[in-house]
């Protein structure tokens, strides 16, 4: 059925780079004999699913959505990936995304532009644009994403889904082709909270695979849904309510929060005085690690190689140039020029001491809160072209999401309500390691 639906609509939607048509049938087949002889399987064993194209997936194409690995097949897979396979989950296509996951649109793939499946003159956001189209018009019951800066959280958002991104350390990001990566963090894109709980089941948990893992003990998510907000105290953050925050938006987060005090949880607003400097702090650090983790596509070792060159510098230059798009090469720029020597103390070293600071709001807040609310994204889902010729205005869609992952705490994006027809996102940050008290509130709110 999810290959049927992805043949009939995904012409029009775009939100898949490869599909794995025979695979998928082939794994299906073995799942329904598993349960024809009564094997006992795992929750999502059967269950069609999507990964965004910069999870590695051996033998099938991860692109990343950039020509400069528009012929990289992986010869390993990623944890995640991994794990979902040892669950006998079913992998039916590599999903859309902004080039390396630079984006909040999915405009600058260098293959397509996914529409968003509820106004298709809208983008899906991004930049995990494809997962959360995927989902959302119902070819896969749920996909991953990846979150630097806010890419699970706003497209789940845009998309009316529930989008999670968790803790940085509780998600393993071995096989996850880096962005910036004191920030990535992969996570679920979800129809509703309970998949979500599921879904984060599969893939949490410490690989020493990964030197940022953490460790900890295990956790059931499934059981953190439960509607109960009895006591809990909710920040309300002040600077995620100012200018250039639709009116309409904000009036859809006061009607849920008003709706979780009804249902017995207290409020107060607070404030978290660096918020201003989240952003800039944020595109100076993940420009940075780009400029470093980007170095490695030189044409020689794997990906796309340009066709006449004179030397290995001529190589290296065209094979770049060529391979990357325009946003990928504005942030090498950006980063390179932050980390050189006479400019790293004003910019990057500066960003580091900014981001402690930013990390220390809520540390203090935490202390007082047990979560903390505000919207996902400023507007709902913008149109195709709006924004593409003011890489500011994109950035700046990002202002709610991004502190999160400065920080590295936890935060889910789900569905509050519509504005004009299009879905709005409410977002719940908690602590670190506080996924279950994030998925509660969640699923009460839902
Ligand atoms: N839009 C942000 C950026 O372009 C966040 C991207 C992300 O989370 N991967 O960096």
């Known amino acids: 059925a999810a290959l049927d639906r992805i043949e009939k609509i995904d012409g029009q939607i775009e939100a898949f780079l ?3 048509r025979e695979r998928a049938l082939t794994w299906a087949q073995e799942v329904d004999k598993r349960l024809q002889e009564g094997q006992e399987l795992s929750d999502l064993a059967g ?3 999507a990964l965004k194209d910069n999870i590695c997936t051996e033998g099938i194409p991860t692109t990343c959505a950039s020509k400069i690995l528009g012929n990289f ?5 990623a944890t995640v990936t991994e794990k979902l396979y040892q669950g006998k989950a079913i992998l039916v296509g590599k ?5 390396f996951a630079m984006g909040s649109s999915t405009e600058n793939s260098a293959f397509r532009k996914t529409k968003n499946p509820w106004d298709e003159q809208r983008v899906p956001g991004g930049s995990s644009g494809g997962s959360a189209a995927a989902v959302a018009s119902s070819e896969v019951f749920y996909a991953l994403g990846s979150d630097t800066g806010g890419s699970i959280r706003q497209p789940a958002s845009f998309c009316g889904l529930v989008g999670l991104k968790p803790t940085y350390g509780l998600v393993s990001r071995y096989g996850l082709i880096a962005y910036a ?6 996570g679920p ?3 509703d909270v309970e998949d979500c709980a599921l879904v984060l089941n599969a893939i949490a948990g410490h690989d020493p695979m990964d030197s940022t893992s953490a460790e900890g003990k295990e956790v059931d998510y499934r059981k953190a849904l439960i509607s109960d907000v009895k006591g809990l105290k909710i920040g309300i953050a002040k600077e995620y309510f100012g200018e250039g925050i639709d009116e309409a938006v904000k009036r859809n987060v006061y009607a849920a929060i008003e709706q979780l005090k009804s249902l017995g949880a207290d409020y107060e607003e607070v404030s978290l005085p660096h918020t201003e400097y989240a952003l800039p702090t944020y595109y100076i650090l993940a420009s940075s690690e780009c400029s470093s983790n980007l170095a490695r596509f030189d044409g020689i070792r ?3 190689r340009t066709e006449s060159y004179d030397n290995l510098t001529d190589l290296f230059v065209k094979t770049r140039s060529e391979g990357f798009g325009e946003e990928v090469k504005r942030r090498i720029m950006l980063g390179t020029y932050a980390l050189s020597s006479g400019y ?5 070293k500066k960003a580091l001491q900014v981001r402690t600071l930013i990390k220390q709001d809520f540390d203090k807040a935490f202390e007082k809160f047990d979560v903390l609310i505000a919207p996902t994204t400023p507007t709902p889902a913008f149109r195709l072209g709006e924004k593409t010729d003011d890489p500011l205005q994109m950035y700046m869609s990002d202002v709610c999401t991004v502190p999160i992952n400065i920080a590295g705490i936890p935060a889910i994006s789900v569905p509050c309500g519509f504005v004009e027809g299009l879905p709005v996102g409410l977002q719940i940050m908690g602590k670190h390691f506080a996924e279950s008290t994030l998925l509660r509130v969640a699923y009460t709110v839902e």
Do not use: C, F, R, W
């Not at 097949?73 to 897979?77: A, D, I, R, S």
């Not at 999903?95 to 080039?99: P, Y």
């Not at 990566?181 to 992969?186: A, G």
């Open 302 to 304: 794997y990906g796309y």
């Open 189 to 191: 894109l979800t129809k």
């Open 73 to 77: 097949v992986p010869p390993y897979n």
């Open 344 to 348: 790293y103390d004003a910019y990057y």
């Open 181 to 186: 990566s004191s920030l990535d963090q992969i």
């Open 18 to 20: 490869h599909t794995s």
């Open 95 to 99: 999903t859309n995304m902004d080039e």
């Open 47 to 49: 269950i069609p699913m």
